[in-house]
């Protein structure tokens, strides 16, 4: 299988990343600079609140909309391995970035976890939405049926409808996308992984558990 070698540009400069196949991967080298580090760490700015603990030295951000199917294949089958094994076990936190590649709707939905995030209810959103999936476009995620799941959790609906209403979070999840764009995500979902050095590397697709083990265990003894 072939590596497929990306880039980051973000803010002060670009970075080489590697992209993991389902089976190997190649290694990359930043440079060294404080500047390049917390540029790489700026990628989670403006997505979900943090899974996991601020102090977990490997950092998850995954690139996703809420009508992928494979997103939500990732959400249901392969993230409760990685909170178990990782983000439970203080080695991985998780961020979560809108790539709304499917149009109005997944907009609505992105806007949607960012009013529950208000009231410290992003994640159950988050995983309620692809609970709730259904087929591209088919209507699933309307405004309407939105406010009904955020209902059916417990929101302060006053609330929440008035954040949805008005698209306080529009351009958020938009610049979100755009981002996800410039660093070369040209799918869902996508993944950047981060070491404490702020090294990248990025696993496309919803790739089985022990792809996720192989590239987070390889970091993690190369940091002992």
């Known amino acids: 299988m072939a590596i497929v070698m990306g880039a980051i540009g973000v803010g002060f400069g670009v970075y080489t990343i590697s992209t993991v196949s389902t089976n190997f991967q190649q290694e990359t080298t930043l440079p060294e600079s404080s500047n390049d580090k917390q540029t790489l760490y700026s990628l989670a700015l403006n997505g979900s609140p943090e899974l996991g603990s601020s102090d977990a030295p490997i950092t998850i951000i995954e690139f996703g909309d809420y009508q992928c199917p494979n997103c939500m294949r990732f959400t249901t089958q392969i993230k409760p391995l990685i909170i178990e094994n990782y983000i439970n076990t203080g080695k991985a936190k998780l961020v979560f970035k809108d790539f709304t590649v499917y149009g109005t709707d997944s907009v609505n939905g992105a806007m949607a976890t960012h009013c529950a995030a208000e009231q410290n209810k992003y994640w159950e959103v988050h995983d309620h939405l692809y609970n709730q999936q ?20 417990g929101l302060d609906m006053q609330q929440f409808n008035i954040c949805l209403d008005s698209k306080k979070y529009e351009q958020r999840v938009i610049e979100n996308f755009v981002e996800g764009k410039s660093i070369g995500v040209s799918g869902t979902p996508t993944f950047i992984i981060i070491d404490k ?13 022990s792809v996720f083990k192989q590239v987070i265990d390889k970091i993690l003894v190369g940091s002992g």
């Open 134 to 153: 259904e087929a591209i476009n088919s209507g699933w995620l309307s405004v309407d049926n939105i406010k009904k799941f955020a209902s059916d959790i």
């Open 197 to 209: 050095d702020g090294k990248p590397q990025m696993v496309k697709g919803a790739q089985p558990f």
